[in-house]
C-alpha cells in the first residue's frame, strides 16, 4: 500500500513538472541588465527643472518610468520617449518646457529591441550620436531634434533598414550625408535641417521609394539637385533651402506627381525656371534668393494653384505672362528684386497684392505700382 501511494505521488509530481515545463513563461519585470543599461544612459543627462527622471526607481523599469516603454509580452524595453516640450501633467505642473544637459550615452545600445528612441527639443543635449546606434537593427524611428548634438551621422546608418523616421534637425551636425543612407528603402521622413552638413545629396537618393518629406535646409549641402529625386512619386515636401546647391532645376521635378512644396531658396541655382513647375501639383514654390535667368514661363493655366509663388531676388526679365491670369488661384506671389519689365497684369490674383511683392524691378508698371506711361 505504501508502495502504491509512493509510486502516486512520483506520477502526479512528474505530471506537475511537464505542465510547468509547457506552459508559458511570464515575466514579472524588466530584464536586470536592460534596467542597468537605461541607469547608465540616464546618469550622462541632467534635467533639473522639470523632474522626468524621479520615476526611474524601482525593478521593474517597464512599469511607470516616464518615458519608457516595453514590448507587454517580453518586457524588452522597446522605446524611450523624452520630449522637453510636451503637453504631459508633468510639465503642466512646471509650467515650463523642459531643459536638458548632458550626452547621449553607448548605453543606450544595450537596448537590443528598441524600435524607437525620441530625445527631442531639450536645447542643451550635446556631444555625438553614438556610432554604436546603428547595431540596433529594430529601430523604425530615430528622433533627436531640437538639441545641441554635433559631429557627424553614423556611417553606417543604412544598416538600419527597418528605420522609417530620421530626424536630426536643428543640432549642430557636421560631415556629408552618408551614401549608405540610400540603403533605408523603409524610409518615409528625413529631416535634416539647420545642421552644419556639407557634401553632395547622394545621387542615388531616389532608391528611397517610400520618401515623403526631404527636409535638408539650413545646412552647407553643395552639388547639383539629383535627377533621381525625381523618381520618387510619394514625395510631396522638397526643401532645401539655404544651401550651396548649383545647377539648374530639373524639368522632371514638375512632373511629380504628389510634390506640393518644393523650397530651393537661398542657393545658387542658376538657369531658366522650368515650366512644368507652374502647373504642377506644387501649391508652395519658393525659388527666391538664386541666379536664376529668362523669363517667368508663359505656361500658368486652370490647374496652376500657388499658396506661395516666390520668384523674388533673382535675375529675371521680361513681363510677367498674361497666362498667369488663368491660374485658379495664387495667394501669395513676389517677384521683386529681378529685372521684370511691362504692365503688371489685371485680376482677382493681384487685387490683394502691396507693392512691395513687385518692388525694384527694372520697369514694371500698373497696380499696385504707378500708372503706366504710354
Not at 522637453?84 to 529591441?113: D, N, W, Y
Not at 533598414?161 to 551614401?179: E, F, M, Q
Not at 543612407?181 to 553632395?200: F, K, M, W
Request: proline share 5%; with cysteine; glycine share 10%.
Amino acid at each position: 500500500m505504501v508502495d502504491a501511494k509512493n509510486a502516486l505521488v512520483i506520477v502526479l509530481t512528474s505530471v506537475a513538472v511537464l505542465l510547468l515545463a509547457g506552459a508559458p513563461t511570464v515575466v514579472q519585470a524588466c530584464l536586470p541588465s536592460e534596467r542597468a543599461a537605461l541607469l547608465e544612459f540616464r546618469s550622462k543627462l541632467n534635467e533639473p527643472y522639470i523632474g522626468v527622471f524621479k520615476t526611474w526607481k524601482g525593478q521593474d523599469c517597464c512599469n511607470g518610468w516616464y518615458g519608457v516603454s516595453c514590448d507587454p509580452k517580453s518586457r524588452r524595453v522597446s522605446g524611450i520617449t523624452l520630449r522637453g516640450v510636451s503637453e504631459e501633467p508633468i510639465f503642466q505642473r512646471a509650467k515650463r518646457k523642459g531643459f536638458m544637459t548632458g550626452t547621449i550615452s553607448p548605453a543606450l545600445c544595450k537596448l537590443t529591441h528598441l524600435s524607437g528612441v525620441t530625445i527631442t527639443d531639450w536645447e542643451g543635449i550635446s556631444g555625438v550620436i553614438p556610432s554604436c546606434i546603428t547595431n540596433l537593427l529594430a529601430m523604425r524611428h530615430l528622433d533627436l531634434a531640437g538639441n545641441k548634438i554635433s559631429g557627424v551621422i553614423p556611417a553606417n546608418i543604412g544598416k538600419l533598414t527597418k528605420l522609417r523616421v530620421l530626424n536630426l534637425a536643428d543640432n549642430k551636425i557636421s560631415g556629408v550625408i552618408p551614401p549608405s543612407i540610400t540603403r533605408l528603402t523603409s524610409l518615409s521622413h528625413l529631416d535634416l535641417r539647420n545642421n552644419y552638413i556639407s557634401g553632395v545629396i547622394p545621387g542615388d537618393i531616389g532608391r528611397l521609394k517610400m520618401l515623403s518629406r526631404v527636409l535638408l535646409t539650413g545646412n552647407r549641402i553643395s552639388g547639383q539637385i539629383p535627377e533621381s529625386l525625381t523618381r520618387i512619386y510619394r514625395l510631396a515636401d522638397l526643401e532645401l533651402g539655404m544651401n550651396r546647391i548649383t545647377g539648374t532645376i530639373p524639368v522632371s521635378l514638375g512632373k511629380m506627381s504628389v510634390l506640393a512644396t518644393l523650397d530651393l531658396h537661398g542657393n545658387l541655382i542658376s538657369g531658366a525656371i522650368p515650366g512644368s513647375l507652374m502647373t504642377s501639383s506644387i501649391s508652395n514654390l519658393n525659388l527666391r534668393g538664386n541666379r536664376l535667368g529668362g523669363r517667368i514661363p508663359n505656361t500658368f493655366g486652370p490647374r496652376s494653384y500657388f499658396t506661395v509663388l516666390d520668384l523674388s531676388n533673382n535675375r529675371l526679365q521680361g513681363a510677367i505672362p498674361a497666362s498667369i491670369t488663368t491660374a485658379s488661384f495664387i495667394g501669395h506671389i513676389d517677384v521683386s528684386y529681378n529685372q521684370l519689365c511691362g504692365k503688371i497684369p489685371t485680376g482677382s490674383h493681384f487685387g490683394h497684392l502691396e507693392a512691395a511683392s513687385f518692388a525694384y524691378n527694372r520697369c514694371l508698371c500698373g497696380k499696385p505700382l504707378g500708372i503706366c506711361r504710354k
